[in-house]
């Protein structure tokens, strides 16, 4: 396969255009929901999913929580709250549980509406997923509770085994919906990362594929960081170890990485007070190891110069969408430099695109 024909490579370059289009559709869906989630009013909103999936919700908890008529957000993997359930549902206590899946038809996912139904069926549920003919699209919720399904673009249903438009979207479809944000803001708002995703993919820098790649973020790019660990992890079979943690986390143990074919990535936080942090680690690491390459990215409006620039104006949590771009590019490039199938690196068998082989238990 010539390397200008990998549907990773494809799926990833789409990103822009996909939320260009949804822009348009998701601020009237979004209004729908919030607007149903007011008057359900749930205890407590569970944001779940395996895998890149349930990075969304690492990714959006912390901001979304208490921002829709004061409900908790909280981020609860499908893979938790199938292998231990009674961690989480609570007599008296009905969530909202927002289910994300790129495929719908993973075996957490069936196994969470399993749960849902034999064991807290009063739960509303609200499905997102980028595959109409999915169990997560699908599936009837036989109440009390009630159900919404939100059904993305079929071009973000991606055919490669790394999750890209998939995750992204997905993750700003979830934000738009929860965030008490105004149609037109919404609307305003992906159409400013469209344009600036079409920068960003063409900026990404040509970096030398390194043994090692860490990749750090406070508040909302910590999701981000462990997105971005897990694509250069996958898209490189292995063969790249990586890493990732908070921008103050990492000098407590997890620096020990850290060496001469290490590159760290950080993004770099438009919060003031964060940006003091996220900078001072950026200079700590340059004076500490001189050989290791630091790559900073961000606002450079807000601190000292990032290497990769991207001045969007909007917050954090918006940005996630938009910084991954770097982590996915360069895990394609990484991938090609290995000689791996992109949109297949464990061709053998032992990983696979969706995970549907899992063993349930009741």
């Not at 110069?305 to 590019?329: E, F, H, K, R």
């Not at 090609?336 to 009741?362: I, M, Q, T, W």
Request: glycine share 8%; proline share 6%; charged share 20%.
């Amino acid at each position: 396969m010539s390397a200008n024909t990998w549907a990773t490579e494809t799926e990833i370059a789409a990103q822009p255009e996909i939320w260009a289009a949804w822009s348009n559709i998701l601020p009237g869906i979004a209004a729908d929901i919030s607007g149903w989630i007011a008057e359900r009013r749930p205890d407590v909103i569970w944001l779940t999913g395996a895998g890149t999936s349930a990075f969304i919700g690492d990714a959006l908890a912390v901001y979304l929580n208490g921002r829709l008529n004061d409900i908790p957000v909280r981020n609860v993997p499908s893979t938790d709250l199938v292998a231990r359930p009674g961690d989480f549902l609570k007599a008296g206590v009905r969530p909202l549980v927002v289910s994300f899946g790129r495929s719908g038809n993973s075996s957490e996912t069936l196994g969470t509406l399993d749960l849902l139904e034999r064991d807290c069926p009063k739960a509303d549920r609200l499905n997102i997923t980028c595959n109409a003919d999915s169990a997560l699209a699908t599936r009837a919720h036989p109440g009390p509770g009630e159900q919404k399904i939100i059904v993305l673009p079929d071009a973000c249903h991606d055919q490669g085994f790394a999750m890209t438009s998939s995750y992204t979207t997905m993750l700003l479809t979830a934000l738009a919906c929860m965030s008490g944000v105004s149609e037109d803001d919404i609307s305003g708002n992906i159409t400013t990362l469209a344009r600036a995703a079409r920068e960003v993919l063409q900026s990404v820098p040509d970096l030398p594929r390194p043994a090692r790649a860490v990749f750090l973020g406070s508040g909302p790019y910590l999701g981000t960081a462990r997105e971005s660990a897990l694509k250069v992890l996958e898209l490189a079979a292995g063969q790249v170890v990586t890493a990732w943690d908070s921008t103050l986390g990492f000098r407590h143990g997890p620096k020990a990485i850290t060496d001469d074919q290490t590159t760290v990535f950080v993004f770099l936080s438009s919060d003031p007070l964060t940006r003091k942090y996220d900078d001072d680690i950026v200079t700590e690491l340059r004076s500490q190891f001189p050989d290791t390459r630091t790559v900073s990215i961000g606002d450079p409006d807000v601190g000292a110069n990032p290497d990769l620039s991207i001045p969007t104006g909007l917050p954090d949590v918006w940005n996630t969408a938009l910084y991954v771009l770097v982590a996915q590019v360069l895990s394609v490039a990484w991938s090609k430099s290995l000689g791996l199938n992109v949109d297949n690196p464990f061709e053998g068998g032992n990983l696979s695109r969706v995970v549907s082989h899992v063993r349930l238990y009741v």
